[in-house]
């Protein structure tokens, strides 16, 4: 399964295109929509649009959809795994797979449970950050309501 068109421009809205590196809530170099530079990498003089668009369909797919396919034992809709796929890329493969909520749907728990685990990632260095409980909400929603036009 991949994320879905109105999927990839939600997580690109969180993101945020940046053409000169930054430092991301949590300290890490970042560029483009949200890739994490690496060490043999080097961005210094920035990022073409085109290039930005390239790294994160290859951020994407390495960093959510092939972890998220991965933890999941279940059959999902495309709106759920969308969200999932959002929350993945956004708090790391390794932190998704060892999640409550991974767990929970893999349980077979009801939707409107595991939708409430969205919101348990809304901290930064151990402070609530606004922008990621916006962030969770929305992903929450998406993931019962399949509601995209609000959040993208």
């Known amino acids: 399964m991949n994320v879905s068109d109105p999927g990839r421009a939600f997580i690109k809205s969180f993101e945020s295109y940046r053409s000169m590196p930054y ?3 949590g300290g890490k170099p970042t560029v483009g929509w949200g890739h994490e530079i690496q060490p043999d990498e080097d961005f210094t003089n920035g990022i073409t649009m085109g290039q930005a668009d390239d790294l994160f369909i290859e951020d994407l797919a390495e960093k959510a959809e092939h972890p998220v ?3 999941i034992q279940v059959s999902v809709s495309q709106q759920e795994f969308d969200a999932m796929c959002s929350l993945c890329y956004n708090i790391g493969a390794g932190n998704f797979d060892s999640s409550t909520l991974v767990r929970l749907l893999n349980q077979g728990a009801t ?5 409430t685990e969205f919101g348990r990632w809304d901290h930064v260095n151990g402070q609530v950050s606004e922008g990621l ?3 969770r909400a929305a992903e929450a929603d998406i993931f ?5 036009a609000d959040h993208a």
């Open 133 to 135: 409980s916006e962030r």
């Open 69 to 71: 396919t991965l933890a």
């Open 144 to 148: 019962l309501n399949g509601n995209y």
């Open 23 to 25: 430092q991301d809530e």
């Open 111 to 115: 939707v409107d449970r595991i939708a």
